[in-house]
């Protein structure tokens, strides 16, 4: 099955600063890849998510890239901001044809000094 | 926070006993999936349903068990067999296929007492 792997599992970054998030994934067939944000003690959300078909999606602050000749994504959060303190999750999506589910890395936890 | 919702919050479960923890979604959506979270380990899914009276299991499996008799509700049981049952459980739906939004519920706490 898919395995996802996710770095870094914290990161702190200056008020106004970019954070990177990166992640890899095993299964060459996967072609969707969302990120979750998820504040404390509530429910995940999406953010921002990629298909296989596109190599750079962008939406305001925050942008995706994917690299799928080496099987890895990246999640870039610019000018950032103290509410974008949160964890994040990546996911993979296994194609084949059915809602098999998101296969996730284990979280980054951003931290945004002021 | 409509669309899918999951009760209770918080859930306390003696040695032994079976629990259920209640799933249901609004948004007419095929596909159901449970996962389970815990500290630095990420979300990991335990079954999914991608139609009504249908379901697979996913990674972790033993000890859970569900039934999906209405496309809107997907009830999951942790049962005594499910050695270490405390963890934040979450509930999603999808509209279906594998490039598509899911959508989070907001969560059930379950401690062993």
């Known amino acids: 099955g898919e395995n996802v792997e996710q770095h870094p599992s914290t990161l702190s970054v200056q008020e106004g600063d970019s954070a990177v998030i990166k992640c890899t994934y095993s299964d060459s067939a996967s072609n969707y890849f969302p990120w979750y944000k998820q504040e404390l003690g509530k429910r995940p959300q999406l953010i921002i998510d990629?298909?296989?078909?596109?190599g750079e999606k962008k939406d305001q602050r925050i942008a995706v890239t994917l690299n799928k000749t080496a099987k890895h994504f990246s999640l870039h959060i610019t000018e950032t901001q103290p509410e974008d303190s949160a964890v994040y999750f990546c996911?993979?999506?296994?194609?084949?044809?059915?809602?098999?589910?998101?296969?996730f890395g284990k979280g980054t936890h951003l931290i945004i000094q002021p | 926070d409509g669309g899918i919702t999951q009760s209770p919050k918080y859930l306390f479960r003696k040695e032994g006993q079976n629990v259920t923890l209640s799933c249901e979604q609004n948004l007419n959506h095929d596909a159901m999936y449970w996962y389970r979270q815990d500290p630095g380990q990420g979300l990991r899914l335990i079954y999914y349903s991608q139609i009504v009276n249908d379901f697979q299991k996913g990674d972790i499996a033993e000890g859970y068990s569900v039934s999906r008799e209405k496309k809107e509700s997907f009830p999951l049981t942790v049962t005594s067999a499910q050695k270490n049952p405390t963890a934040f459980y979450l509930c999603?739906?999808?509209?279906?296929?594998?490039?598509?939004?899911?959508?989070f519920g907001q969560g059930t706490r379950l401690t062993v007492v």
């Open positions: 996911a993979a999506s296994e194609s084949g044809g059915g809602a098999d589910g998101l296969t």
């Open positions: 999603a739906s999808s509209i279906g296929g594998s490039l598509t939004e899911a959508f």
């Open positions: 990629i298909r296989s078909n596109v």
